[in-house]
């Protein structure tokens, strides 16, 4: 039970993380962007930002993902360093308890 929670908390936590590091990125590649019409890659080719120009004289913006590997292995990454992080924490609770055991007994 407490592996499926931990494992739940982790989804959740790296969702978070990934959609916060996704949308610095195209935050970042907008920035970046400073040509009409010319298409930006940003978070290693996974977003694009395109600025166009339309025939009243308003700008139009295309975003989109355009390969979501990149994004699927950082949320992977983040999720494995999640549960191995929060499994060593766990170890050194259970060993921290261990010691003070021993000590009083």
Do not use: C, D
């Amino acid at each position: 039970m407490k592996w499926l929670l931990r494992f739940i908390a982790g989804l959740t936590v790296s969702f978070i993380a990934t959609m916060i590091v996704v949308v610095a990125s195209l935050i970042t590649t907008m920035f970046s962007a400073s040509e009409i019409g010319v298409r930006k890659f940003g978070l290693f080719g996974a977003l694009f930002f395109e600025p166009h120009q339309q025939a009243n004289g308003a700008t139009a913006l295309e975003i989109g993902i355009s390969n979501g590997l990149p994004i699927a292995m950082i949320f992977v990454g983040l999720l494995v360093f999640y549960i191995a992080v929060a499994s060593a924490l766990e170890r050194l609770k259970l060993h921290k308890e261990r010691l003070l055991r021993t000590g009083q007994g």
